[in-house]
């Protein structure tokens, strides 16, 4: 069974500063990941899409990292800004279509 | 595009009631998901469609949940009698699907509360 993990659950750091969001899966076959983010008592806001086929995505200040061989992807958030708070989750695509979900990092930036 | 549309974003009702939940996929998507989400669970796939079939209910917790998609515009998630552990927010999203693997589109949930 595909377990995803995010870890920290919990950042707070000063604005302007880049950082990383860590993601690991159980299972290295999947298809494709995508990372969203949650405000709080809001929908899923959709970031990016990695392809299995491919090793990184960048989408603006969101740069997305996916390495299928030792299950870990990244996202890196560069220059943060305080409206960059909110929860950012990972999902794997198991088989074509299913997505299995992190638990999450709350990540807030500080002014 | 308006995105996914989910109604009604809050619904309180007492142990025993039926729930029904709905939504609209974004025009021309024609995969559906619904998700529930909880503190101690996180996310969850409960049922997807595809082309309005439903292709993989093992996520639905147990008989008192059914989903039903009458059309490509419009899905239903019922749940029937409510129990105050079905307390969660529930997500509908949509893809393309067809042409593949493709990005999913979340809608703005439904809060609900069961006493």
């Known amino acids: 069974k595909q377990e995803v993990t995010q870890i920290p659950a919990a950042l707070s750091v000063p604005e302007g500063e880049n950082l990383v969001l860590n993601c690991s899966f159980t299972?290295?076959?999947?298809?494709?990941l995508q990372w969203f983010r949650q405000d709080p008592g809001k929908g899923l806001t959709s970031l990016l899409l990695i392809q299995s086929s491919q090793r990184e995505q960048t989408s603006g200040r969101l740069n997305a990292s996916l390495d299928k061989s030792s299950g870990r992807s990244t996202l890196y958030i560069a220059a943060s800004q305080p409206g960059d708070s909110a929860t950012y989750l990972c999902?794997?695509?198991?088989?074509?279509?299913?997505?299995?979900f992190g638990q999450g990092t709350r990540l807030t930036i500080n002014p | 595009d308006a995105g996914v549309i989910q109604s009604p974003r809050h619904e309180v009702t007492e142990m025993g009631q039926e729930v029904t939940l709905r939504c609209k996929p974004i025009?021309?998507?024609?995969?559906l998901f619904w998700y529930r989400q909880t503190m101690m669970r996180g996310l969850e796939l409960l049922i997807y469609f595809n082309n309005n079939v439903p292709i993989d209910d093992s996520g639905m917790p147990e008989d008192r949940f059914s989903a039903k998609m009458p059309n490509a515009s419009f899905s239903t998630l019922k749940i029937q009698p409510s129990e105050p552990r079905d307390s969660a927010v529930y997500f509908c999203?949509?893809?393309?699907?067809?042409?593949?693997?493709?990005?999913?589109?979340f809608g703005p949930g439904t809060r609900l509360t069961v006493l």
């Open positions: 999203a949509s893809s393309l699907g067809t042409s593949g693997i493709t990005e999913q589109f």
């Open positions: 299972d290295s076959a999947i298809y494709n």
């Open positions: 999902a794997v695509f198991q088989g074509a279509q299913k997505l299995v």
């Open positions: 025009s021309g998507h024609n995969s």
